[in-house]
């Protein structure tokens, strides 16, 4: 079964510093990977999707991520955090399975001004 | 184009009562997901509707079920609520064809139980 690890369930940056959030996954199966965000008091927003076509993923709101297989890791980065970036941020994985993903446990992104 | 809805946003029950919960996906997709938000066991899927049929289901138990009508629409239904069901239950919509799994979700439907 696949499984999802998202490094630090909680991670604060300053306003303007490298966002770094991690997420390793297992998988027996080449996966596709999402990454979701979430506001207080709402659902979530897909940030980025990789299916395979390119390694370098780019998303909404400047964020991207980078599938490396040898390392079985999807980790997000944004080059400049802003305050508007606080949230709750999901890894996910889904392989040949119908409207399931697999969340990992979801990184809190706390931005100090 | 508007997005997934669920209805109601909040609401709160007692144990032993039951609680049906509404969605209405995105215009043109046929695939409902719902899944069930808990600080302690995060993000859990339950089951999945395509056409009014359930094509994949959780590990939950049997007081958990749902339905799709044939607009699409979905409702799952908890019956003999338990205080452990107070959780978020989010529903998510996709055009269901192929297995890439890119959900679109609403804002939720956070049930507390007394």
């Known amino acids: 079964a696949q499984s999802v690890t998202q490094l630090g369930s909680h991670v604060s940056v300053s306003e303007g510093a490298l966002v770094l959030l991690r997420c390793n996954y297992s998988s027996s199966v080449p996966p596709y990977l999402f990454w979701y965000v979430q506001y207080p008091n709402q659902g979530l927003q897909l940030l980025l999707k990789y299916t395979s076509a390119a390694t370098l993923v780019k998303g909404i709101n400047g964020f991207e991520a980078e599938f490396k297989k040898s390392e079985t890791s999807f980790h997000l980065t944004k080059p400049s955090a802003h305050m508007s970036d606080a949230a709750e941020y999901f890894c996910?994985?889904?392989?040949?399975?119908?409207?399931?993903?697999?969340f990992g446990q979801g990184t809190i992104l706390t931005v100090h001004p | 184009k508007a997005g997934v809805t669920q209805t109601p946003r909040y609401l709160i029950k007692t144990r032993g009562q039951q609680v049906t919960l509404s969605c209405s996906p995105i215009s043109g997709h046929r695939s409902v997901s719902w899944y069930q938000q808990t600080p302690g066991q995060g993000l859990q899927f339950l089951f999945e509707?395509?056409?009014?049929?359930?094509?994949n289901k959780g590990n939950f138990p049997g007081r958990f079920s749902g339905r799709q009508f044939s607009n699409s629409r979905s409702e799952m239904n908890v019956s003999t609520l338990e205080l452990g069901d107070s959780a978020l239950y989010l529903c998510?919509?996709?055009?269901?064809?192929?297995?890439?799994?890119?959900?679109?979700f609403g804002e939720g439907s956070r049930l507390t139980v007394l």
């Open positions: 996910a994985v889904s392989e040949n399975s119908y409207g399931k993903l697999t």
């Open positions: 509707y395509f056409s009014e049929t359930q094509r």
């Open positions: 998510a919509s996709s055009s269901g064809q192929g297995l890439t799994g890119e959900l679109f």
